[in-house]
């Protein structure tokens, strides 16, 4: 508990809640529809075993994670160290074993792991019934494919929901615009594809 206390603190001083917020939504939007743009390709394509449709999906997905992790990692470091930097200078002392230097530290690699966390899971979720298919575990009647496409469509309007929620604006709005973005992205996908 101790822990998450300074966690929270150094989120706090450092004015990181929003960023991080920002991270995953962006990311996870990412995540949900480069999940949705590869399985409706699989869909208008030539049939693919499921392994095939697994395998490509899951190294997607861990390739978006890495690319989130890192690429917020090293902007993020640079960031802080530029305000820490700024922050020394007008104090006229180094700030490197306080509260602000350990933010400098440790708020990029927070802001990295959501940033890398958020297209991860996302994906992992919308593979799910693929994965369920393949252990025998969904119903037959149900096409693997299209389980995975409705998954990715609930969690893209939950998305605009969360966006809506911290806006202060209409849940239902957000996430149909959510929910529009998708649909405009698989229309291009199906009329490219067929």
């Not at 075993?49 to 993020?76: M, N, Q, R």
Request: charged share 10%.
């Amino acid at each position: 508990m101790n822990r998450l206390r300074q966690i929270g603190f150094l989120l706090r001083i450092s004015h990181s809640h929003g960023i991080m917020r920002r991270y995953f939504v962006v990311n996870g939007f990412d995540g949900a529809l480069t999940m949705l743009g590869l399985i409706l390709g699989f869909s208008v394509s030539e049939p693919a075993p499921l392994p095939v449709v697994i395998g490509a999906c899951l190294g997607a997905s861990i390739a978006l994670g890495v690319s989130g992790v890192s690429s917020a990692y090293i902007s993020e470091t640079a960031e802080r160290q530029k305000a820490l930097g700024e922050l020394e200078q007008a104090m006229v002392k180094s700030l490197e074993h306080s509260a602000h230097g350990q933010a400098a530290r440790w708020v990029p690699l927070l802001v990295a792991l959501v940033n890398g966390a958020a297209p991860l899971l996302l994906s992992l979720l919308i593979i799910g019934p693929l994965w369920l298919a393949e252990a025998g575990l969904l119903p037959r009647a149900l096409s693997p494919l299209i389980a995975s496409l409705s998954v990715a469509f609930v969690l893209i309007f939950l998305l605009g929901v969360f966006l809506g929620r911290i806006a202060g604006i209409s849940l239902w709005r957000s996430g149909l615009q959510a929910l529009l973005v998708a649909l405009v992205t698989a229309g291009l996908i199906m009329l490219l594809g067929g």
